[in-house]
């Protein structure tokens, strides 16, 4: 039993108070546990630096680029837009010509149809009163000068 107790006592003879602590802290809690260490890390160097602005500007540049993409397809886009309502415009000044012009061709054929039945007219009334009465029976002799009668008044 003794060796045993010797044991122990190497084990608690080896262990020294100040064996038993560290001499330098591991880690240091300083309440922020986020993981990030930005203020701990040293600061970059020339070489990091100017790349990072290289890589930044790279960006920018491809931003630059794709913006200048987007408003060059956007001034086509309104171009495009522009010239399709130009042509919209022209079709419907177009078909609004033709219809004027249809309807100029439609009054006159009108106004050509009203004088032919106004001639047919004049014709007729010609006629009756040109009609010789001497061999028509008594009824129609009746018909034909009221019928003069009504041209006459009409003129006077």
Do not use: W
Request: charged letters at 35%.
């Amino acid at each position: 039993m003794e060796d045993s107790q010797a044991k122990k006592q190497k084990s608690k003879h080896n262990a020294t108070p100040g064996s038993s602590v560290p001499s330098t802290p591991e880690s240091i809690n300083l309440g922020d546990d986020d993981g990030s260490h930005g203020s701990l890390d040293r600061p970059s160097g020339r070489k990091a630096e100017k790349a990072r602005l290289r890589k930044s500007k790279s960006k920018e540049a491809g931003g630059d680029a794709k913006n200048v993409e987007l408003i060059n397809l956007l001034a086509i886009m309104q171009e495009e837009k522009k010239i399709a309502n130009e042509k919209k415009f022209e079709m419907m000044e177009k078909c609004y010509l033709q219809e004027q012009q249809r309807l100029l061709h439609e009054e006159q054929r009108l106004l050509q149809k009203k004088e032919k039945m106004k001639m047919e007219h004049m014709k007729e009334e010609d006629r009756i009163m040109l009609m010789d009465t001497s061999y028509m029976p008594q009824l129609q002799v009746e018909y034909y000068q009221r019928r003069q009668m009504e041209i006459l008044g009409k003129k006077m």
